[in-house]
Every structure is written in C-alpha cells, then in structure tokens.
C-alpha cells in the first residue's frame, strides 16, 4: 500500500468513480483502480492498474471482446504490431495499428450505474446505496464490412451489427463489471453462436491477485478461462503453454438467432485486483464486493425449518419463533406444502396461516423443487445430446426453457401473491443442463439451452425480488437476487455422534467465511434424526441434549450464520426456551458486529480453544483511537470487534491469545471486556496495549466444553 494511503477495508473510499478524456485516451479510475483505453486507431485497453499497489495487471494488447457469427469469428476492438507480449511499454502504442477486419470504435457514453435487478433494504440489511454509486462507461462499435447474414433464401448479405460493451466501475471497490450487447440492425437474422466478453493477457505476478467470477457462474458452470497466450514468444515455458491469458466466456453458446431488431445482452464479468497475496485480506475484499453489488445478501433472519405443513404444526412453530425471538418459518422439504397449488381453499389456509405469522412478527414461506432432479415428462424433461432421450446430471430433470415454465412460474408467484408468503426456498434451481430438444418453444436446440434455461431462472428470482421474498437458493446465485446458499457442509455428516457433529460444523463455517459473509449461507441444524445415526446423533427429546443444543446455538448465532433447525418445535421445556432465547438475545444485543467480517485466528481442532473475531471497523477521530486516559466505555455502540472463543475439550484449557485487531481499525490501545457464555454476564473491561503489528496479548483460560467471548471497545 502506498504511503499514507487509507486501507480501504478500514475507511471508506469516497473518491467518485470518474472517467478523464484526451489525446485520444479514456481512463476510468476511482482511487483504487484504473483501466486506461485509447480510442484510435481503434478502441483498446492499454494499461489496468491496481493503484494501490502501483502495480499494472497487463503485459499485452488483446481485443476487448470476440464473437463467433454465423460462423465467422470476429474481434471488437484491439490493435495489432506489439513486439513483444512479456510486457507492454507505453512508447509502443503510437506505432501500433488496427486492424480492419475488426468491429470498430464508433462513439461512447458516460452513465450512472444503474440496477441489475430489483431490490429495496429490508430484513436488518446493511445500510447501503442500490444501485452502488459509481460510473458506467458504454463504448459502441460497428461491425466491419465483411460481416454477413443469411436469409431465408441464402443469399449472402452484410449485416449490420452493433456491439456495446459496458463498464461499471463502483465506487470505494477496486472491482470493475464488463459486459456486452450485441444489437442487429440489419434486415437478415444472425446467429450469435460464441462470445468472449473479456481478453486479458496478464502477467506473472498479478495473476494470483485477480479474482473473476461471474453472475452466469453456478453448480459445474465456468466462464472464467486460463489458457496460453500464443502471441507469447519469450516466456520461460518452453511448449508456449503458461496459463497467463484470462478469457470470460459462455461454456456453451450463447447460440442465439437475433432477428432484426433484436438485441443480445451477455452475462457479467466481475473483476476483483486484489492489493495482497494474503489469504484473509483477499476473503475481507471479495466479501465487501458482495455487500457493495449485490447488498441483497446482508439480509440475514433468523429461520425455522418445520416439518409439517398443517395448520396445526404451522402454528405451533410461529408461536415458538415468536416467543424465543425468530423471525422466519419455512415449511421445509417433506412437509406436504405445495407452493404450485391453484386449489382455492388451500389457498385460503396458506393465507390464514401467513396472516397469524405476520400478527406475530413472524415471515412466512415453504420449499419448492424446481427443475434439477425433477422429472415432468418425456416432452418437458431436459434431452441428454449423446442418448437423445430424457436424463440430465441428476436422472431427470425438467427443462426451465420449455413451456412447462410458463405453468409453474405462474402457479408459484400467484400462490405467494395470493397468500403474501415472503420466503421461498428454491432447491433444484438451474444448475447447468443442457438440452438437445429442437421442440422445447423457448431454446432452438443444444447451443442456446443453457442460456434460455439459465434466463428462465434468473428472470423468477428477479421478480420475487420485486415482491421482496426473501430467496434461499443451494446454488450462486447471489449476483441475480438470491439472499443465501448453503454455508457448505455434508449433510450425511448429521448421522454422526452430536459432538463430532457440532464441531465439524463448525470447521465448515470457520472455512467458508473466507470467500462468504455470515449472512451468505446458512447451516443446519435437524433436531430430529436425519440421514441415520439413531439416539446418539438426534438433539430430540430437547431438553435430554440441552448441553449439546445449546452448542449448536451459540457457533451459529456467535458466527453470525443462521442454520435451518429442522424439527417440529425450538424448545421442549422452560429451561430449553431460555437457553434458545439466550442465545438469540446475544445474537440481536450484536447483530450489526455479528455480521460483520470474520477475522479467522484459531481453527477449529478439538484439541484446544478455536477464535474467530468479528470486525467492524469504525472511522476514529484522534480521541478515539487509543487514548488510555479516556473514560472506560460501556456502551454496545463502542463495540467494533468480538472474538468468539470455544473449548471443546473436557478439561480446562489455558492459551496466550494473539488477538489481531488491524481491521477494528483501532492502533494504541483497546478496552476489552469478557463474556460467559452460560450466563452471558460480562466483566469489566480492562485496557490493553495494541503493538506495532496491531495486536493484543490476552491470557485466556476456560472451563471444560465452555464457550465465552470477547468484546473489543474503542474509547
């Protein structure tokens, strides 16, 4: 990091995104990145830079997209005649040339970023601007003149092609999205049959610090390639095969026809320079990205899974949630709710139901399969293109391109309309079948099924948005408008003894929040037995496995990760009510830090104490940034870190804890207070000096199975 800069992880970057023009040169910037273009000869990247670091991702001159017509492949911008792709010198760039056969530059535009798709804040979401502010850059280009079209009657005629590409450059993220539309202005159809939307060649040493990834990435999906560059001459791989050139392109197709008029709009690349080879500094920025793009995903209530759909179940689990603090119940998988119900006195019960959730506080919604391992028929399943019968990934599978679709988005967003449900859980979403039917009405054959699948599925989520239901999802979805995915576990794990269980679970959260946020994935928790295991494994009768319960409860809650506890009811008895309760009570005392950033200090092993420490950093005045003559705080607004420390050990355990608090953005001193888990009482805090390399030292000794944690103040 340059010196004196701000992190950006700690205090806000407000420097706009902006966009500069002359001597033929654009450059986009916003204090953390900038991506430089020339617009003569032709239109081109030609320098793209981590300004934090100082440093260039670029070695070479590549177009700035290529698309396969009707057969021909084409270029959209770039120029030919760099000597050398090991590194690009700027006095280079006078002399190189265009070339003709390429879309060529025509004009650009400066816009706001707008919506990707609808959201407003609701359900305790991080406050934040939708869309986030920033700047898109939209440059036009023209097809050259040898690009063609085929009529009816096969007769060759130019075609009259636009290509825009887009570049949203977000403000106080060093991330920049790119994406394409290709608009036919001709008279003839074309067939779009394969785009590229980003070309990077990149060198050795930022590759390990560029993150991609795409809103059409998903289950086996892949847009993002690593290939060898071939123009390449001078790398030490002997075969040319190093793996430097970046593509973001379609697995498959897109395979369009455009008919004229029409335009072709492609999926988004989202480009993350990271500023560090560190591990944590790399999860800390891909998770602000999510918040910023996609703030959707901070949306984090707390839910139950019952297991019946009854009137009578259904009551009994919103009275539970109400009384102990939950704010959500799902009617789970195998509970005999039907979301694709048009019987109107079913209906009619699912409202009454809703109704006496939301008298309560409580939200409302069920589980609902929609086209992964769900066979309809021959004539609506997804085509296998080897055996040319129905199969997919998962045996059978419903193709979301037929019009099957049109019946079953209709049934569900009537029923949520009609009962003013607000979750719904979406298993089986697109996960990347192709088709090989030529008789499906929305996809024409193999190459475009996937993108027609992949748009039917978006474009639902895009309008349960519109409603605000809240959308559980088992797949990436999250830059499309899902809140949650799973955290990552294996469900057959919950077979296992209670305490092999709830520490695994608990190595599932320390390693997936690296990459997620607390909020992004949820846990479960089946109270009843799930997958086998008998006695030993199921938390049913409650209050006979309280101890164990309660352990489930505090690494959710103290994670800031929310798991579907799966059962007929949350507590059994009073004692059973009051250790829920407690829990959810210390999860809404710290709700903003607790879904907050991970800070990851200790794995869990259990063979001694694990810690992860919650970070929310503040920005400081002077006063405030560790002066130890100040007066002792004691208010939950000072908090802007908490560690949560678990023994799982039977017997005492006793560590000198590094607890490192750089991210709390604090660097003198911090008063720090500790918590007990069994009863929540907290002790008085005590000062503690923060050294050059922004820890603490703190001793730390805990009872057999005990679980406490640590409330980091600043002054």
Not at 12 to 26: E, F, H, K, Y
Not at 64 to 79: K, P
Request: net charge negative; proline share 6%.
């Amino acid at each position: 990091m340059s010196t004196g800069q701000q992190d950006w992880l700690i205090t806000p970057c407000v420097q706009p995104a902006t966009i500069d023009s002359g001597q033929n040169r654009l450059i986009l910037s916003n204090g953390l990145i900038s991506r430089c273009f020339v617009t003569t000869p032709n239109f081109t990247t030609i320098n793209y830079s981590n300004l934090v670091t100082e440093s260039s991702l670029l070695r070479g001159i590549k177009p700035e997209a290529t698309l396969v017509v009707d057969g021909q492949q084409y270029a959209v911008g770039g120029l030919l005649g760099q000597p050398d792709y090991a590194y690009l010198d700027p006095e280079w760039i006078e002399d190189l040339t265009n070339d003709p056969s390429t879309f060529q530059f025509q004009q650009y535009r400066v816009n706001p970023i707008n919506t990707y798709y609808p959201w407003m804040q609701r359900r305790h979401a991080t406050s934040t601007r939708y869309p986030p502010s920033g700047i898109r850059l939209s440059v036009d280009f023209l097809a050259p003149a040898k690009v063609s079209a085929h009529t009816s009657t096969s007769v060759i005629e130019p075609a009259n092609l636009q290509v825009t590409i887009h570049y949203d450059l977000y403000q106080g993220i060093p991330v920049l999205a790119k994406w394409i539309e290709v608009n036919n202005l001709g008279r003839c159809e074309v067939q779009l049959e394969a785009l590229s939307s980003e070309i990077l060649a990149i060198n050795e040493q930022e590759k390990h610090r560029l993150h991609i990834e795409s809103d059409y990435a998903f289950s086996q999906m892949k847009t993002t390639q690593w290939g060898p560059d071939v123009d390449y001459k001078t790398q030490t791989d002997y075969h040319y095969q190093m793996l430097l050139l970046m593509t973001s392109t379609y697995p498959l197709g897109p395979g369009v026809i455009l008919e004229p008029g029409q335009t072709f709009a492609s999926f988004r690349t989202f480009e993350l320079l990271h500023d560090s080879d560190d591990r944590e500094r790399k999860g800390l920025a891909r998770r602000k990205m999510y918040r910023t793009i996609a703030p959707q995903v901070t949306e984090n209530p707390i839910f139950m899974h019952v297991r019946q759909s009854n009137p009578e179940a259904v009551r009994l689990a919103i009275d539970q949630c109400a009384s102990v603090g939950f704010e959500m119940v799902i009617m789970t998988f195998g509970s005999g709710f039907n979301i694709e119900s048009e019987d109107p006195d079913y209906i009619a019960q699912m409202k009454r139901l809703a109704d006496y959730a939301h008298s309560k506080g409580v939200e409302i919604g069920g589980y609902t399969l929609m086209c992964a391992s769900r066979g309809i028929s021959p004539e609506f399943n997804c085509i296998d293109p080897e055996t040319r019968a129905p199969g997919s990934r998962f045996g059978q599978s419903a193709c979301l391109a037929s019009k099957w679709t049109d019946g079953y988005f209709r049934r569900v967003l009537n029923f949520m309309d009609a009962t003013g449900m607000d979750i719904i859980e979406t298993d089986g979403p697109y996960h990347g079948d192709v088709c090989a039917s030529k008789n499906h009405i929305y996809h024409h054959g193999l190459e475009d099924s996937q993108l027609r699948q992949w748009q039917a599925c978006v474009d639902f989520y895009h309008q349960c948005q519109q409603r605000g239901i809240y959308i559980n999802s088992p797949d990436h979805y999250y830059l499309n408008g899902s809140n949650k995915c799973g955290m990552g576990y294996r469900e057959t794990n919950f077979s296992l003894p209670r305490e092999r269980q709830i520490l695994i679970a608990r190595q599932n959260i320390y390693d997936a929040t690296y990459e997620k946020t607390p909020s992004m994935g949820w846990m479960f928790v089946p109270l009843v037995e799930y997958h086998g295991g008998g006695e030993a494994a199921t938390f049913e009768p409650l209050h006979q496995h309280l101890a164990d319960y309660e352990w489930h409860l505090a690494q959710n809650f103290g994670s800031g990760v929310i798991a579907c506890y799966r059962g007929p009811r949350l507590y059994d008895t009073e004692e059973t009510k009051a250790v829920v309760k407690k829990w959810v009570g210390f999860y809404k005392r710290y709700r903003t830090l607790l879904e907050s950033d991970l800070i990851h200090i200790r794995r869990p092993d259990g063979g001694s104490i694990d810690c992860m420490l919650h970070v929310n950093p503040v920005e400081l005045s002077p006063d405030l940034t560790g002066d130890t003559s100040a007066s002792q705080p004691d208010s939950v607004d000072t908090a802007v870190g908490l560690a949560m420390l678990y023994n799982p050990v039977r017997q005492p355990q006793r560590i000198r804890l590094n607890l490192p608090l750089y991210y709390t953005g604090l660097s003198k001193t911090t008063w720090i207070r500790r918590g007990r888990g069994l009863d929540m009482k907290e002790g008085e805090p005590a000062c503690y000096t923060i050294d050059r390399d922004y820890n603490v030292q703190i001793e730390i000794e805990m009872a057999a199975r005990s679980i406490d944690y640590l409330v980091v103040e600043a002054d």
